[in-house]
């Protein structure tokens, strides 16, 4: 299962990271907060289907007053501000510079788990973040100092995006894809109905098939492969994963915006490469009880957390429905994910 949860958060990244030169594109034809709006109702719309299908369950489960604080920040910082401050930090840099400072989000959902959402990082653990920003840093050699403005928006956005995933990784009640939903509905009606005022209500309406198309791969099903990764290797690996969106929105920066590649982004890239071979493959393993608990969340029937039966289903299949677990105290190697948020 962990296998698969890396291989998704990888292809989350990838579909991520191209969304910066392809919005860099579009971004020509829209102001910062239209194509902010667009491409988060482009995210709401993919998962459209599911979520009226999951309706009544999800609904129930979002009356738990414990989940609405942590829904509330999702929206706020993943929906709203986030995507934002990235499209005013891209419009004014180049794509390739936007796609190595976004690295900045490994740390602030780092430093963010750790002091505050209970995250664990052991030694193999942090070097493998240190790795990471080392990687950033070291790409950013080659960029000016007109960009800094720039750089301030891209941290900002990272900062927001840090807080949107690990109140994400914790969000046990609501599927992945409802969560997405609900994120791009008011993420797009904010930001759509602000830039439609500053544009004195004037749009490229030519443009707007792109915008969601970007929304639905790299906003829509990008967000749940990563929302499955963080709730099973936890957010600061999961968010590891999803950092090399840079690598891959530098290599679709080469070939549709036709900049250059240095010796640079290769040593950058190989850091990279190591920080998540140290983060990933870290664990630790102790006694601890997992307290009876109802929700619902990607899981399959092999990993002795999940009790409950399916007839005629593969104990190795993925699936994700509204399910109970009773309490049950045991030893095994684990990561900081949405079963094991216990205090050490």
Same mark, same amino acid.
């Given at each position: 299962?962990? @296998?698969?949860?890396?291989?998704?958060?990888?292809?989350?990244?990838?579909?991520?990271?191209?969304?910066?030169?392809?919005?860099?594109? $579009?971004?020509?034809?829209?102001?910062?907060?239209?194509?902010?709006?667009?491409?988060?109702?482009?995210?709401?719309?993919?998962?459209?289907?599911?979520?009226?299908?999951?309706?009544? =369950? +999800?609904?129930?489960?979002?009356?738990?007053?414990?989940?609405?604080?942590?829904? #509330?920040?999702?929206?706020?910082?993943?929906?709203?501000?986030?995507?934002?401050?990235? !499209?005013?930090?891209?419009?004014?840099?180049?794509?390739? %510079? $936007?796609?190595?400072? &976004?690295? !900045?989000?490994?740390?602030?959902?780092?430093?963010?788990?750790?002091?505050?959402?209970?995250?664990?990082?052991?030694?193999?653990?942090?070097?493998?973040?240190?790795?990471?920003? /080392?990687?950033?840093? !070291?790409?950013?050699?080659? +960029? /000016?100092?007109?960009?800094? $403005?720039?750089?301030?928006?891209?941290?900002?956005?990272? &900062?927001?995006?840090?807080?949107?995933?690990?109140?994400?990784?914790?969000?046990?009640?609501?599927?992945?894809?409802?969560?997405?939903?609900?994120?791009?509905? #008011?993420?797009?009606?904010?930001?759509?109905?602000?830039?439609?005022?500053? @544009?004195?209500?004037? =749009?490229?309406?030519?443009?707007?098939?792109?915008?969601?198309?970007?929304?639905?791969? %790299?906003?829509?099903?990008?967000?749940?492969?990563?929302? &499955?990764?963080?709730?099973?290797?936890?957010?600061?690996?999961?968010?590891?994963?999803?950092?090399?969106?840079?690598?891959?929105?530098?290599?679709? @920066?080469?070939?549709?915006?036709? +900049?250059?590649?240095?010796? !640079?982004?290769? $040593?950058?890239?190989?850091?990279?490469?190591? @920080? =998540?071979?140290?983060?990933?493959?870290?664990?630790?393993?102790?006694?601890?009880?997992?307290?009876?608990?109802?929700?619902?969340?990607?899981? %399959?029937?092999?990993?002795?957390?999940?009790?409950?039966?399916?007839?005629?289903?593969?104990?190795?299949?993925?699936?994700?429905?509204?399910?109970?677990?009773?309490?049950?105290?045991?030893?095994?190697?684990?990561?900081?994910?949405?079963?094991?948020?216990?205090?050490?």
């Amino acid at each position: 299962m962990k @296998s698969v949860s890396i291989f998704l958060g990888l292809l989350a990244g990838l579909l991520f990271g191209v969304a910066t030169p392809l919005s860099k594109i $579009v971004l020509l034809q829209f102001n910062s907060f239209q194509l902010a709006g667009l491409l988060y109702l482009g995210a709401a719309l993919t998962f459209l289907p599911v979520t009226i299908k999951n309706r009544k =369950i +999800e609904i129930e489960a979002l009356r738990q007053s414990n989940k609405k604080k942590y829904l #509330f920040g999702i929206i706020l910082f993943g929906g709203i501000l986030g995507p934002l401050f990235f !499209m005013i930090g891209l419009k004014t840099a180049n794509a390739m %510079s $936007v796609s190595i400072w &976004i690295n !900045m989000e490994l740390a602030a959902t780092a430093v963010l788990g750790v002091l505050i959402f209970k995250d664990q990082l052991g030694r193999f653990a942090l070097l493998g973040v240190l790795l990471s920003l /080392s990687a950033g840093v !070291m790409a950013t050699f080659n +960029e /000016s100092a007109s960009g800094f $403005v720039s750089g301030f928006f891209v941290l900002l956005a990272c &900062i927001s995006w840090g807080f949107d995933n690990n109140l994400t990784s914790i969000l046990d009640g609501i599927s992945p894809q409802t969560i997405t939903f609900i994120k791009g509905v #008011f993420g797009s009606i904010v930001n759509l109905t602000i830039g439609m005022f500053l @544009s004195n209500f004037n =749009i490229t309406w030519e443009y707007i098939p792109y915008a969601l198309l970007i929304g639905v791969f %790299s906003y829509g099903i990008s967000i749940v492969l990563f929302v &499955i990764t963080a709730q099973n290797l936890g957010a600061t690996r999961g968010q590891v994963l999803f950092c090399t969106a840079p690598f891959w929105g530098i290599l679709a @920066s080469y070939f549709f915006l036709g +900049e250059p590649i240095s010796i !640079m982004i290769v $040593v950058s890239f190989v850091l990279m490469v190591l @920080s =998540i071979i140290l983060t990933n493959f870290t664990y630790h393993e102790h006694e601890h009880t997992h307290q009876s608990i109802v929700h619902v969340h990607y899981h %399959s029937h092999n990993e002795g957390h999940h009790e409950h039966t399916h007839e005629g289903k593969a104990k190795d299949i993925k699936h994700s429905h509204l399910h109970e677990h009773t309490e049950i105290k045991h030893s095994h190697k684990h990561f900081p994910d949405i079963h094991h948020r216990h205090k050490h």
